[in-house]
């Protein structure tokens, strides 16, 4: 009995973490202030059909090796470069109506003599819960209430003298994938960076048969960034279709996007036998 109520509140969970994050769209999914820019803004747009209430709060977090974030206590940020510091957001807690729009105005505040360093904090929104108990229902003789609070959040990120990061590729490992239908091999790219600043692309993967001239892209992955305090991120890069030759040369290129656009942060060809 217990495992069945377990189950099902395990479902309901899921369900209603998949409606909040697909209800409230959120752009743009990064803010980058440049050496000029005072204000940013932020849309906010509930796609549901039934009204909900978001708070907004800055959260201060740690990148992890391959692009996830560890929430940091209060003690862990003393002396950390915060945007949180320098900025302020307006308003802090919305109510949308189905279809409505909110604009999150972002004004950042540099001082005369700031650091050099990347300043980030990151945005947080998070989902009231509603004001109707609609999930309070008996399962089995028992009474149960559900009242989850879920969020979203975007980085925010100001830098004082940027310089670009050095990137290094250190690894390049491709797993064969036999078992999956619709996926020939993973390609594990681990980058190696040195630098207190952010990097802002997409990597790529090409290969090139040894009976051929030219290379042909195979397996892309975007928004991959890499934030000043992260010293490695380890990309997994999915190549869908089998190549007619197990041998030739694989290219793996880290290049720039949005404002990094035309840039290429690391190169690097290898000799692969499949």
Do not use: C
Request: charged share 25%; hydrophobic share 40%.
């Amino acid at each position: 009995m217990k495992t069945a109520v377990n189950i099902l509140l395990v479902g309901i969970l899921l369900s209603f973490f998949t409606s909040v994050q697909a209800n409230l769209l959120v752009t743009p999914k990064r803010i980058v202030f440049d050496e000029r820019d005072r204000t940013h803004q932020v849309v906010l747009i509930n796609a549901s059909t039934q009204a909900r209430s978001y708070r907004l709060e800055w959260a201060e977090q740690q990148q992890l090796d391959g692009g996830a974030y560890r929430l940091l206590k209060d003690e862990e940020t003393i002396g950390r470069k915060k945007a949180s510091d320098i900025m302020r957001f307006s308003p802090r807690q919305v109510r949308l109506g189905p279809g409505e729009r909110q604009i999150v105005k972002i004004l950042a505040r540099r001082g005369a003599n700031m650091a050099p360093g990347e300043y980030r904090s990151h945005l947080l929104f998070s989902a009231l819960p509603p004001e109707k108990k609609a999930n309070n229902e008996a399962v089995d003789g028992m009474k149960m209430e559900l009242n989850v609070l879920v969020s979203y959040s975007i980085p925010v990120i100001l830098n004082v003298n940027y310089k670009t990061p050095q990137i290094l590729i250190a690894d390049v490992t491709v797993n064969e994938q036999p078992e999956k239908e619709n996926k020939f091999a993973d390609i594990i790219v681990k980058l190696n960076k040195s630098g207190n600043y952010f990097t802002y692309g997409k990597v790529k993967a090409y290969f090139k048969a040894e009976n051929q001239d030219s290379f042909k892209e195979v397996a892309l992955l975007n928004g991959v960034s890499i934030y000043g305090e992260a010293n490695t991120y380890t990309a997994n890069l999915t190549w869908v279709e089998a190549p007619d030759a197990r041998r030739g040369e694989l290219k793996i290129r880290y290049e720039g996007d949005a404002e990094f656009s035309g840039k290429t942060f690391a190169e690097q060809v290898i000799s692969i036998s499949l």
